[in-house]
């Protein structure tokens, strides 16, 4: 095994970033992890022209982590109208998580987001029927700000929902 290398997308890493961010969330191959999101949402997580737009906007991007040729992890980093810095299609190969990764990854999307957008203060949002995920947070310093945001239903990119009650809870992190 070589060294893990943490950095952005390219054009030509769209097709394995699809393949990663659908096994994470989606589908029995989900499973295997402890992210899935298969017993909320069917259908896709995300599609090529979706992250084709990431990687293209300089008020985003989407970090990566590669052993050689095979990437092990990805996480969106967004630059918010108010200055915060928002993370969010955090994915770790379902093979990969409960390893170290994805704690790996929400640092370097940290550091990235104050180095380029002097970001100050992180948000998330997270379903919170993902409990375990959100304990998992909280012990990465996000706490719940008590705000929410509705779930686009009607968006399919974002998969077909499993249930009628999906929201998310806002989380943030002030970075020292």
């Not at 997270?126 to 409990?131: G, I, K, N, W, Y």
């Not at 996000?142 to 929902?161: C, K, P, Q, S």
Request: aromatic share 8%; glycine share 8%; hydrophobic share 40%.
């Amino acid at each position: 095994m070589t060294e893990t290398i943490v950095r952005d997308a390219a054009p030509g890493d769209i097709p394995a970033l699809h393949a990663l961010v659908e096994s994470a969330y989606r589908g029995e191959s989900s499973r295997a992890g402890w992210t899935t999101e298969a017993d909320l949402l069917t259908g896709q997580r995300t599609d090529p022209d979706e992250l084709s737009e990431i990687v293209a906007d300089p008020e985003q991007a989407m970090l990566t982590a590669w052993d050689g040729e095979d990437l092990l992890a990805c996480i969106r980093i967004q630059r918010q109208p108010d200055g915060a810095g928002y993370f969010g299609m955090l994915s770790v190969s379902p093979t990969r998580q409960a390893s170290g990764l994805g704690r790996r990854m929400v640092a370097a999307a940290e550091d990235a987001m104050a180095q380029r957008f002097g970001a100050r203060l992180i948000r998330i949002s997270v379903f919170p029927q993902r409990d375990t995920l959100i304990a998992w947070y909280e012990r990465l310093g996000y706490a719940d700000t008590g705000r929410t945001l509705a779930f686009d239903y009607g968006n399919l990119r974002l998969g077909t929902a499993l249930r009628d009650d999906l929201y998310f809870v806002v989380m943030e992190k002030a970075l020292a």
